[in-house]
């Protein structure tokens, strides 16, 4: 893990400063996010929020529960359309790909839902084979068998192939959905809560299943959560959400010793 | 001085709004009830337009039609069948004491393959598909709207609108003829078992007077308006599981309110198609 920024807290008008958005000689920004705005109504969840991830970087943002996090992470990859702001994805902005350049996009960005949104009609072997398919990867069958036995493997459940979701307990269901998402190998990949609802011995396997895929396939790594042990074991840059903007941001070691007070509480 | 700023008046903001109109002024002053239902009617009308735009438009989801039309279609043959040998069954054996009062005994075959294959046969077999099918498309659907599996089939590379709606409203609008053309045919076998309780007849004989019974204003009419039928059934179904939220509690209502609003519509659309009929000179 890299420490590269210090704490720093920010207010609403100085994203400019931000380290994030400033850009790195060395490191190509994988996401650069500018002063995106998304609102439901009269309830504006984030407001000019600012955010870079790094290639080979991983990146906490760190909320409360209803502070935006799962919005943000939606419009990252263009399930919801923001208000304003642009959101660059391998230089791409999102919100303003048609379909087709979208799916491309999604080829390279893997996302690991919340729920972890596993086909309940279909086998393991279909849940995987699944992305393969839609996004007309041009492989054969033996390729496919290939594809799906290595990102099995990866998660430790190459028994499961034939079985169905529903017989699977909630820590195997999420590194199912872990393999299927690494199984189109993204060079991004995007975390929702990935260790919410699980057991502190199944979240810490699961962390730490993150963090071994991120140095096997060197991929940038974006992980919404609110749980700190996932948060201190995956994450490189954390980047406090509060108030729709991007509060403070810098290593879990040094915002562990803010004294801000909206930073401290998620520490306590 | 002190400058006090008062929060704007709802009405003089609705007003200086430039999108409103008479329409909308008048939208305001109605029931909270019937703004609902009028929302939700034009919510509806707006998801049927976006099937007629993104239904005929590549990519074909063949394969996931083809293993729809086996779960609608097939998988529900045996319930429609049970119904309408039921129905047939029962209609003759309710009919039989009043034809007999009448000395019209012998009118019994034609009278309950006429009722049968012009009204009962495709509304009750509707009603049967309404309630199995209109439920199963707005739980399964609705349960993979707040599991996020919608949002991950987009992810894939998949248009979930093409992939789950358009193929189950395709299955539905063609599977349901055939299961009502199925379900006439054993309704009137059964009904041919029920004039042979208190009598015999023939097999021959009974569908002899059957088919001199029928004629093509019977059978067309019933069958176009199957169309239809299976068309409201599988699009308010997708509606209302496209459009679950709220958690398990959601899925639940969704399920719910699509078989009760699809049976409605396919009292609805009956009362239209009879009136269409009728003009029609089919009657």
């Known amino acids: 893990m890299t420490a590269a920024y210090d704490t720093t807290v920010f207010s609403n008008d100085q994203e400019s400063q931000m380290p994030g958005l400033q850009q790195s000689g060395s490191q190509e920004n994988v996401i650069r996010i500018r002063n995106l705005r998304k609102s439901f109504g009269s309830n504006i969840v984030l407001n000019k929020f600012n955010l870079t991830l790094k290639k080979g970087e991983s990146v906490a943002v760190l909320g409360k529960s209803g502070s935006g996090k799962s919005v943000l992470i939606k419009c990252i990859i263009g399930l919801l359309i923001p208000d304003e702001g642009t959101i660059d994805v391998f230089g791409q902005n999102i919100p303003s790909l048609s379909h087709d350049q979208l799916d491309r996009i999604r080829v390279r960005v893997g996302f690991l839902f919340q729920s972890n949104a596993l086909y309940d009609s279909m086998t393991i072997r279909e849940n995987l084979e699944f992305p393969l398919r839609r996004h007309w990867i041009s492989v054969n069958q033996q390729e496919v068998n290939d594809m799906i036995t290595e990102a099995l493997e990866n998660v430790g459940l190459a028994h499961t192939v034939n079985m169905m979701p529903a017989e699977l307990s909630g820590g195997m269901r999420k590194r199912i959905a872990l393999a299927r998402t690494l199984i189109l190998k993204p060079e991004i990949i995007l975390y929702d809560e990935p260790t919410t609802g699980l057991d502190p011995i199944t979240g810490n396997e699961i962390s730490e299943l993150m963090v071994s895929i991120q140095k096997k396939y060197n991929t940038s790594s974006l992980v919404i959560s609110h749980d700190m042990k996932c948060i201190r074991k995956t994450a490189d840059r954390i980047v406090v959400l509060t108030d729709g903007i991007a509060y403070a941001e810098g290593t879990y070691a040094a915002l562990q010793q803010s004294t801000d007070l909206k930073v401290k509480q998620f520490f306590q | ?283």
């Open chain 2, 1 to 283: 001085m002190i400058r006090i700023n008062r929060p704007p008046d709802p009405l003089h903001s609705l007003l200086r709004d430039k999108r409103t109109n008479l329409g909308s002024l008048f939208f305001m002053t109605l029931p909270a009830g019937a703004q609902k239902f009028f929302n939700e009617a034009g919510d509806i009308s707006r998801f049927t337009a976006r099937f007629f735009t993104e239904g005929f438009r590549p990519r074909y989801e063949f394969a996931e039609l083809l293993r729809q039309c086996f779960i609608i279609g097939y998988k529900s043959l045996p319930l429609v069948g049970l119904t309408g040998f039921i129905m047939g069954l029962v209609l003759t054996m309710q009919l039989r004491p009043s034809l007999v009062d009448y000395g019209v005994e012998y009118e019994l075959p034609a009278m309950v393959a006429i009722s049968i294959v012009r009204e009962i046969g495709p509304v009750i077999t509707a009603l049967i598909f309404a309630g199995k099918i209109g439920s199963s498309i707005g739980a399964e659907l609705g349960s993979m709207k707040v599991t996020e599996q919608i949002d991950a089939m987009e992810v894939s590379g998949t248009n979930p609108f093409k992939y789950l709606v358009v193929t189950r409203v395709f299955a539905a609008t063609l599977m349901l003829p055939i299961l009502v053309l199925l379900g006439d045919a054993i309704g009137l076998y059964g009904s041919y078992l029920g004039v042979n309780i208190k009598g015999i007849t023939s097999f021959s004989l009974f569908y002899t007077q059957v088919f001199d019974a029928l004629s093509f204003s019977d059978v067309f009419p019933a069958f176009i308006k199957s169309f239809f039928f299976g068309f409201a059934v599988g699009v308010i179904g997708c509606y209302k599981g496209y459009n679950s939220s709220k958690g398990t509690e959601g899925v639940g209502r969704s399920a719910n309110s699509a078989v009760v609003v699809a049976s409605l519509m396919v009292f609805v659309l009956d009362l239209i198609a009879v009136q269409i009929t009728d003009l029609l000179g089919y009657n």
